[in-house]
């Protein structure tokens, strides 16, 4: 076996990344996507795209300021399945904090769903610590174009950015 360095970039998604986003949650998850590049395009949001030199999306993120006053929000995180466990995670989470120190925060938030174990791991080893719970939902379009309302439980976690 071989290894491959591949380099990547980190920019601002844009609303002409979408259709190569599919690959990211279903069409009514597009839809939400679009909606947070409008508030981008306000200042309220950072979406970001971490690219191979295709310019392709492989994996995609957003930041969001107006969920609390002094902290960026990281949501919507999301490695391409073929390529998760390759670093570019963390590539698009620290590239996600350094945002936020733009903006003069010191301070990264998210919630985890508890039954992914594994993007809690990768948030522990990357400093963020868990300090509640709370119920989330959001709609999700199933195969036969029917929207179902899909609930959860969330770990909340955070992370002092030095």
Do not use: F
Not at 152 to 157: A, K, R
């Amino acid at each position: 076996m071989a290894d491959i360095t591949v380099s990547l970039t980190v920019r601002d998604l844009i609303h002409e990344d979408l259709p190569a986003c599919a690959w990211s949650g279903s069409a009514a998850h597009l839809v939400s996507m679009a909606k947070a590049l409008d508030r981008a395009a306000r200042g309220e949001v950072d979406y970001l795209a971490v690219c191979p030199p295709s310019g392709l999306p492989v994996a995609v993120g957003g930041v969001d300021y107006a969920e609390k006053p002094d902290a960026g929000t990281l949501w919507q995180l999301a490695v391409h399945p073929a390529l998760q466990s390759c670093g570019i995670g963390t590539i698009l989470i620290q590239a996600a904090e350094q945002r936020i120190r733009a903006r003069g925060m010191d301070r990264a938030e998210l919630g985890v769903e508890e039954s992914n174990p594994r993007a809690r791991a990768l948030y522990e080893r990357l400093g963020y610590v868990a300090y509640g719970s709370a119920p989330d939902s959001w709609d999700v379009e199933g195969p036969d174009g029917t929207t179902t309302r899909y609930e959860t439980v969330c770990t909340l976690m955070r992370k002092h950015l030095e």
